[in-house]
T-cell receptor
Framework: EAGVAQSPRYKIIEKRQSVAFWCNPI?????LYWYQQILGQGPKLLIQ????????DSQLPKDRFSAERLKGVDSTLKIQPAKLEDSAVYLC?????????FGSGTRLTVV | GNSVTQMEGPVTLSEEAFLTINCTYT??????LFWYVQYPGEGLQLLLK?????DKGSNKGFEATYRKETTSFHLEKGSVQVSDSAVYFC??????????FGTGTRLQVFP
């Protein structure tokens, strides 16, 4: 079974620039998550999708972050404009029947 | 609300020592409980899980028992190896199918 695919693996941008991350979940997994993991902390849920609908986006900073999941498969997370405090690893995960699988993440550095 | 509290690290042990990493939780309803491991430079991997009270999860010599009376899910291993050096995250799965993580505990094992 293929895992959760994420790209890019690394990204360095200047503050106020925009950036987008892509995630392809495990085939058949209806639920998809984006987490933010700041260095030294546990992952924090940003948004949860069920198919192509949003279940929970209460912790997503909506003034700068957006996410979509077209056709209930792939998803993109965008930050515009980026701030220094957005430097983190962005993890995508998918689940089926309470079994969660994580991608390798995208490490974002904002300078 | 739902939350997870882990003991702060780093935990430093000699090879073959006994390991305990404490985890307690606060939750509404009856959550599932998980331990994830993150090796240096790698993504999150599920180590073990338990879905109901008194269940014991086990994998690779690690064990944790779901204790509802003490709201705990402590991770134990009888004899650690250098290769166990990593960051360990305790997490709970809510009835809305999302994972909430603790802050992580770094384990360092020396030969």
């Amino acid at each position: 079974e293929a895992g959760v695919a994420q790209s890019p693996r690394y990204k360095i941008i200047e503050k106020r620039q925009s950036v987008a991350f892509w995630c392809n979940p495990i085939s058949g997994h209806a639920t998809l998550y984006w987490y933010q993991q700041i260095l030294g902390q546990g992952p924090k849920l940003l948004i949860q999708f069920q198919n192509n609908g949003v279940v929970d986006d209460s912790q997503l900073p909506k003034d700068r972050f957006s996410a979509e999941r077209l056709k209930g498969v792939d998803s993109t997370l965008k930050i515009q404009p980026a701030k220094l405090e957005d430097s983190a690893v962005y993890l995508c995960a998918s689940s089926f029947n309470y079994g969660y699988t994580f991608g390798s993440g995208t490490r974002l550095t904002v300078v | 609300g739902n939350s997870v509290t882990q003991m702060e690290g780093p935990v430093t042990l000699s090879e073959e020592a006994f390991l305990t990493i404490n985890c307690t939780y606060t939750a509404t309803g009856y959550p599932s409980l998980f331990w994830y491991v993150q090796y240096p430079g790698e993504g999150l991997q599920l180590l073990l899980k338990a879905t109901k009270a008194d269940d014991k999860g086990s994998n690779k010599g690690f064990e944790a028992t779901y204790r509802k009376e003490t709201t705990s899910f402590h991770l134990e291993k009888g004899s650690v190896q250098v290769s166990d050096s990593a960051v360990y995250f305790c997490a709970l799965g809510t009835y809305t199918d999302k994972l909430i993580f603790g802050t992580g505990t770094r384990l360092q094992v020396f030969p």
